[in-house]
């Protein structure tokens, strides 16, 4: 079975510093994707990021990248230059396995407060 | 090109009554997927469905709920004599085909509230 962890409910940036929100993920599938999703107040879920697990590069996304350490199990996502506009929940989620479809577990989430 | 459409956006429902949340998937889309997000949670997957196929309900409850997905028009998820638990927020994705996507859009998702 996969599984999410993000152990963070809550982070704390100021505009135009950069942060980053952990993600860790346990998976015994060797093909697997993980995602980033962001939440705003208004409840959509906008995806931000892909990495794919053969990947070698991590992705990036304009301020997104996301620091891919396979060994680890890690997918952390950075935000460089962050705006007042980041304040958000966001979900690390992955999905793969062996039937190969799109279902995608998902963590608890990160609450990110940007300040001015 | 339209992306996932979930409507209604907000829906109200008295206790004993049936909720039903239509998603229609992107263009060119045949694969459909519902999540259910409970106040602070995350996404939890509920089924996926094809055309006319389900291919896994794992995540749904045994009970009053039921998803299809015809061959004309959007895939309805249908909850039956909704309970105040069945409060949240139900969103849909969809993709072109069943394999492991690059990429995962989600409708806006309906806000469901039982009262």
């Known amino acids: 079975a996969q599984k999410i962890t993000q152990t963070q409910p809550g982070m704390f940036v100021q505009e135009k510093e950069a942060v980053t929100l952990d993600c860790t993920y346990d998976?015994?599938?060797?093909?697997?994707?993980l995602f980033w999703y962001k939440q705003p107040s208004s409840g959509e879920m906008i995806f931000l990021i892909y990495?794919?697990?053969?990947?070698?590069q991590n992705a990036t996304e304009g301020r997104y990248s996301l620091n891919f350490q396979k060994a680890r199990k890690s997918a952390n996502l950075v935000i460089s230059a962050s705006q007042l506009g980041d304040s958000a929940m966001y979900f690390c989620a992955m999905n793969g396995g062996n039937t190969g479809f799109q279902k995608l577990v998902f963590g608890t989430g990160t609450r990110l407060l940007v300040s001015p | 090109n339209a992306g996932v459409m979930q409507n209604p956006r907000h829906l109200v429902r008295r206790r004993g009554q049936e909720a039903r949340l239509r998603c229609s998937p992107m263009k060119g889309h045949s694969h459909v997927y519902w999540y259910r997000q409970l106040p602070e949670e995350g996404l939890k997957f509920m089924v996926y469905?094809?055309?006319?196929?389900?291919?896994?309900e794992s995540g749904m409850p045994k009970e009053r709920f039921s998803a299809e997905f015809p061959k004309e028009g959007p895939s309805i998820l249908r909850i039956q004599q909704v309970v105040r638990g069945d409060s949240a927020a139900y969103f849909c994705a969809s993709s072109p085909v069943g394999q492991l996507n690059t990429e995962a859009f989600f409708g806006q998702g309906t806000r469901l509230t039982v009262v």
């Open positions: 469905l094809q055309k006319e196929n389900i291919i896994d």
């Open positions: 990495q794919g697990s053969y990947d070698e």
């Open positions: 998976t015994s599938d060797q093909s697997y994707g």
